[in-house]
């Protein structure tokens, strides 16, 4: 009765090929499916919903006559169509919807025959030996699950239903449910993981760029391989933080330890992009002084109502904090920044700021008594304010080359870094943070031993970390402080 009808070439991933009954299981499902997606199709006119069956069936009818990405991804894939069919019919107030037109046609139906093919590639990626399914794919795969499911699909079908769905003549306004609260809450948090997870990214980018720019090294046309033994790192070991945890901070083949260094950049890298995300972005760019405030402020007004100044400081402004951090990184490493770089720069703020309005709402006459003329061009007033701000810059970078934390420690990159805040910035705001950075400089000289003084800590990276702490209080200081 149970005799194989199948030959040992036939891949053991084709459950339904290995015997008898589970051909006879093929043709029924695929039959149904075919018929069901036909009739469907036709009642598609009066019955806009059918759309979800006919996709649905239509996959069932694919997965059946092929074997083609059997496994965990298929698996998904089968899951997502279901739940989308659920949500489809689940959205319909008559319970009689889910057996109509015919029974053998009906939602259910469908529903078993997805839940047969999710059985058979659960079977199917629990039996591979040559590639185990990890915990991290496992909790990977809910994840992405739950979040396309609540997140992607529910929303994306419960717009396509709206204009079919009947209209009261009145509305009364509610207050949002529990349910509803959760789901803004959590659409507001994957906005924010999105935008910190860039950072780590940056990050990520930065310890190559460091490391290779100034010894001529390629950064862009290669790929990513462990130092020791050379062999190439694999995309999923390659995500910012989470490879560093997942690889335990060793080299999947060879089991080098890789430097703690990597993780921490790609931390401070998504601190960036977070924290400007909270205190900037969604703020409306209420810390940067001379910008115009928003009425309604928020990730909704802000971002998914898109304000593309506000967009294009913040992006301007962790551009800048990754320049100071790449330039603290090579600093740490003797290393010099190479020629193009340090004229290139300074350059792409310099012409950035001048073209945009927004990026530098600071004027050149604000805290000082020169009033500049009315009939001052904008933009020469935005590039008198980025150069007097990058001149100024380099001439504190420059006079502060021998304020160090330790000595025999490089400053190689203080100038530049000097001058970019200043260009980007406005002399006000570069003027305000050299004096941080000469007040906690000055501490660290008085400080007791190597402890308080690490060699890592060198006048640029104490620069970024004044940046970092000065930025949220600019616009507080370029309104209560002048010069």
């Given at each position: 009765?149970?005799c194989?009808?199948?030959?040992?070439?036939?891949?053991?991933?084709?459950?339904?090929?290995?015997?008898?009954?589970g051909?006879?299981?093929?043709?029924?499902?695929?039959?149904?499916?075919?018929?069901?997606a036909?009739?469907?199709?036709?009642?598609?006119?009066?019955?806009?919903?059918?759309?979800?069956?006919?996709?649905?069936?239509?996959?069932?009818?694919?997965?059946?006559?092929?074997?083609?990405?059997a496994?965990?991804w298929?698996?998904?894939?089968?899951?997502?169509?279901?739940?989308?069919?659920?949500?489809?019919?689940?959205?319909?107030?008559?319970?009689?919807?889910?057996?109509?037109?015919?029974?053998?046609?009906?939602?259910?139906?469908t529903?078993?025959a997805?839940?047969?093919?999710?059985?058979?590639?659960?079977?199917?990626?629990?039996?591979?030996?040559?590639?185990?399914?990890?915990?991290?794919?496992?909790?990977?795969?809910?994840?992405?699950?739950?979040?396309?499911?609540y997140?992607?699909?529910?929303?994306?079908?419960d717009?396509?239903?709206?204009p079919?769905r009947?209209?009261?003549?009145?509305?009364?306004?509610?207050q949002?449910?529990?349910?509803?609260?959760l789901?803004v809450?959590?659409?507001?948090?994957?906005v924010?993981?999105?935008?910190?997870?860039?950072?780590?990214?940056?990050?990520?980018?930065?310890?190559?760029?460091?490391?290779?720019?100034?010894?001529?090294?390629?950064?862009?046309?290669?790929?990513?391989?462990?130092?020791?033994?050379?062999?190439?790192?694999?995309?999923?070991?390659?995500?910012?933080?989470?490879?560093?945890?997942?690889l335990?901070?060793?080299?999947?083949?060879?089991?080098?330890?890789?430097?703690?260094?990597?993780f921490l950049?790609?931390?401070?890298?998504?601190?960036?992009?977070?924290?400007?995300?909270?205190?900037?972005?969604?703020?409306?760019?209420?810390?940067v002084?001379?910008?115009?405030?928003?009425?309604?402020?928020?990730?909704l007004?802000?971002?998914?109502?898109?304000?593309?100044?506000?967009?294009?400081?913040y992006?301007?402004?962790?551009?800048?904090?990754?320049?100071?951090l790449?330039?603290?990184l090579?600093?740490?490493?003797?290393?010099?920044?190479?020629?193009?770089?340090?004229?290139?720069?300074?350059?792409?703020?310099?012409?950035?700021?001048?073209a945009?309005?927004?990026?530098?709402?600071v004027?050149?006459?604000?805290?000082?008594p020169?009033?500049?003329?009315?009939?001052f061009?904008?933009?020469l007033?935005r590039?008198?304010?980025?150069?007097t701000?990058?001149?100024?810059?380099?001439?504190?970078g420059?006079?502060?080359?021998?304020?160090?934390?330790?000595?025999?420690?490089?400053s190689?990159?203080?100038?530049?870094?000097?001058?970019?805040?200043?260009?980007?910035l406005?002399?006000?705001?570069?003027?305000s943070?050299?004096?941080?950075?000469?007040?906690v400089m000055s501490?660290?000289?008085?400080?007791?031993?190597?402890?308080?003084?690490?060699?890592?800590l060198?006048a640029?990276?104490?620069?970024?970390?004044?940046?970092?702490?000065?930025?949220?209080?600019w616009?507080?200081f370029?309104t209560?402080?002048s010069f």
């Amino acid at each position: 009765m149970f005799c194989r009808i199948t030959s040992n070439a036939v891949v053991d991933e084709d459950l339904f090929g290995r015997s008898l009954w589970g051909e006879y299981t093929r043709l029924i499902i695929a039959g149904t499916a075919a018929c069901s997606a036909l009739l469907w199709v036709l009642r598609f006119p009066i019955q806009p919903s059918g759309a979800a069956m006919v996709c649905a069936n239509l996959l069932v009818l694919g997965v059946t006559c092929g074997n083609r990405l059997a496994g965990l991804w298929r698996l998904v894939v089968l899951s997502l169509f279901m739940a989308g069919l659920i949500v489809a019919f689940a959205a319909k107030q008559d319970p009689n919807i889910w057996w109509s037109p015919l029974v053998i046609f009906s939602p259910m139906v469908t529903l078993g025959a997805l839940s047969v093919l999710i059985m058979q590639d659960g079977l199917v990626a629990m039996r591979r030996r040559a590639k185990t399914i990890s915990l991290w794919q496992i909790l990977l795969v809910i994840v992405l699950l739950t979040a396309s499911i609540y997140m992607v699909m529910i929303p994306a079908i419960d717009a396509l239903l709206e204009p079919w769905r009947e209209r009261p003549s009145s509305f009364k306004v509610e207050q949002l449910s529990a349910f509803e609260i959760l789901r803004v809450r959590t659409a507001k948090l994957a906005v924010f993981s999105y935008f910190a997870y860039l950072g780590a990214c940056a990050g990520s980018f930065l310890n190559v760029v460091a490391k290779s720019t100034p010894l001529g090294e390629r950064i862009a046309i290669r790929s990513s391989a462990c130092p020791k033994c050379g062999s190439l790192i694999r995309r999923t070991d390659n995500l910012p933080i989470f490879g560093y945890v997942r690889l335990h901070g060793k080299c999947r083949d060879c089991k080098a330890v890789i430097p703690i260094r990597y993780f921490l950049v790609e931390l401070t890298g998504l601190t960036i992009f977070g924290s400007l995300f909270l205190y900037e972005l969604v703020t409306g760019a209420a810390n940067v002084p001379g910008f115009q405030n928003y009425h309604h402020a928020g990730i909704l007004w802000i971002i998914l109502y898109t304000k593309w100044p506000v967009i294009g400081i913040y992006f301007f402004h962790c551009l800048l904090f990754s320049c100071i951090l790449m330039l603290a990184l090579m600093e740490q490493d003797h290393l010099r920044a190479p020629r193009w770089m340090v004229v290139l720069l300074p350059l792409v703020f310099a012409i950035t700021v001048i073209a945009s309005p927004t990026m530098l709402t600071v004027s050149l006459g604000d805290q000082t008594p020169f009033q500049l003329p009315m009939a001052f061009p904008a933009w020469l007033d935005r590039a008198t304010t980025s150069a007097t701000g990058g001149i100024i810059g380099w001439m504190i970078g420059h006079f502060a080359k021998s304020i160090r934390p330790r000595l025999r420690q490089s400053s190689s990159s203080l100038a530049l870094a000097f001058v970019l805040i200043g260009v980007a910035l406005g002399w006000q705001a570069v003027l305000s943070i050299a004096l941080f950075w000469l007040a906690v400089m000055s501490i660290l000289k008085s400080a007791g031993g190597p402890r308080v003084r690490p060699r890592w800590l060198t006048a640029t990276t104490v620069l970024f970390v004044m940046l970092m702490l000065f930025h949220p209080a600019w616009k507080w200081f370029a309104t209560h402080v002048s010069f």
